[in-house]
């Protein structure tokens, strides 16, 4: 097992920054991709960005590129997204998780582990 705990999220006006944080815990060894994905009411949840491999090789999804960064200290077993320039359509809850297989997917379905998410509001 792994356990995944989100924190960083607020309020925040548009054009502001937020970063969050990932503490993984348990069975870290087993973890081969990161990512964060993020769910507005009404909506799916959506693939934001994930992180994987000893380089740390990284994919956005188009939304957040050039806006957002993600990265890891292997050494704390924490991930990060910095958020920049947030715009109010990145109102969500924000969710980090594992993906053991190194599927390499955007579909959040092929994650197996999830933390309970973070709040992140960005008013106009």
């Known amino acids: 097992q792994v356990q995944l705990v989100e924190s960083g999220g607020g309020l925040v006006q548009a054009g502001g920054s937020l970063r969050l944080s990932c503490a993984a815990s348990?069975?870290?060894?087993?973890?081969?991709?990161m990512g964060w994905f993020r769910q507005a009411p009404g909506k799916e949840r959506e693939f934001v960005a994930r992180?994987?491999?000893?380089?740390?090789?990284?994919y956005y999804a188009n939304s957040v590129k050039g806006r957002f960064t993600i990265s890891r200290d292997n050494a704390k077993n924490t991930m990060y997204l910095q958020m920049n320039s947030l715009k109010p359509e990145d109102t969500a809850v924000y969710y980090c998780?594992?993906?053991?297989?190194?599927?390499?997917?955007?579909?959040?379905?092929?994650?197996?582990?999830w933390g309970q998410g973070t709040q992140v509001t960005v008013s106009s």
């Open positions: 998780a594992v993906d053991t297989e190194a599927v390499l997917t955007t579909n959040a379905g092929r994650y197996d582990y």
């Open positions: 348990g069975r870290t060894f087993s973890i081969s991709v």
């Open positions: 992180i994987w491999g000893s380089g740390g090789r990284t």
